[in-house]
T-cell receptor, first 113, second 109 residues
Framework: SQTIHQWPATLVQPVGSPLSLECTVEGTSNPNLYWYRQAAGRGLQLLFYSVGIGQISSEVPQNLSASRPQDRQFILSSKKLLLSDSGFYLC????????????FGPGTRLTVL | GEDVEQSLFLSVREGDSSVINCTYTDSSSTYLYWYKQEPGAGLQLLTYIFSNMDMKQDQRLTVLLNKKDKHLSLRIADTQTGDSAIYFCAERGFQKLVFGTGTRLLVSP
């Protein structure tokens, strides 16, 4: 069966510091991968998605970036965090089901102080 | 473009039925989904419906799809306190899903 991991689970970072969040998927190959952000009490905002190694599509201009160095690894980064980057970051994978369903990881709670 | 709308809040008593509504704009969507998010957790897929179906039932969950009005609903029978969560509907777009804003369901004893 497929599983998706995210780490860390929680993170507190000062403004201006770098960021690296990691997402890995097990049990499937060549998945579509997605990064979402959820602000407190809000819906989901799609940040990036990837349909293959090295292929990244950005949905929203911001100071974040994403990379996919391996088939089942998706990384969200920033060189300098802003207060507005605080939120709940969710990784998802999709493409393994006929309905193209997306399956979500447990999320990373990021607080920028 | 694609847009999905939901009411923000629904409150019911334990044992009642809950109906969460959603409207979408893309008539070419092939699949529509319902996800559940408990506090501090990721989204859990509850069910999905193919666009050529009008209804899908899975235990306490019933999904109704009105393609003419682009309206999707999720009915939860015999709602329990454990059903308290945020419920998201989503439509299938090109290489991605478009999510609604989520409906917070509060179930009181």
């Amino acid at each position: 069966s497929q599983t998706i991991h995210q780490w860390p689970a929680t993170l507190v970072q000062p403004v201006g510091s770098p960021l690296s969040l990691e997402c890995t998927v097990e049990g499937t190959s060549n998945p579509n991968l997605y990064w979402y952000r959820q602000a407190a009490g809000r819906g989901l905002q799609l940040l990036f998605y990837s349909v293959g190694i090295g292929q990244i599509s950005s949905e929203v201009p911001q100071n974040l970036s994403a990379s996919r160095p391996q088939d089942r690894q998706f990384i969200l980064s920033s060189k300098k965090l802003l207060l507005s980057d605080s939120g709940f970051y969710l990784c998802a994978w999709g493409g393994g089901h006929v309905a193209d369903t997306q399956y979500f990881g447990p999320g990373t709670r990021l607080t920028v102080l | 473009g694609e847009d999905v709308e939901q009411s923000l809040f629904l409150s019911v008593r334990e044992g009642d039925s809950s109906v969460i509504n959603c409207t979408y704009t893309d008539s070419s969507s092939t699949y529509l989904y319902w996800y559940k998010q408990e506090p501090g957790a990721g989204l859990q897929l509850l069910t999905y419906i193919f666009s050529n179906m009008d209804m899908k039932q899975d235990q306490r969950l019933t999904v109704l799809l009105n393609k003419k009005d682009k309206h999707l609903s999720l009915r939860i029978a015999d709602t329990q306190t454990g059903d308290s969560a945020i419920y998201f509907c989503a439509e299938r777009g090109f290489q991605k899903l478009v999510f609604g804003t989520g409906t917070r369901l509060l179930v009181s004893p």
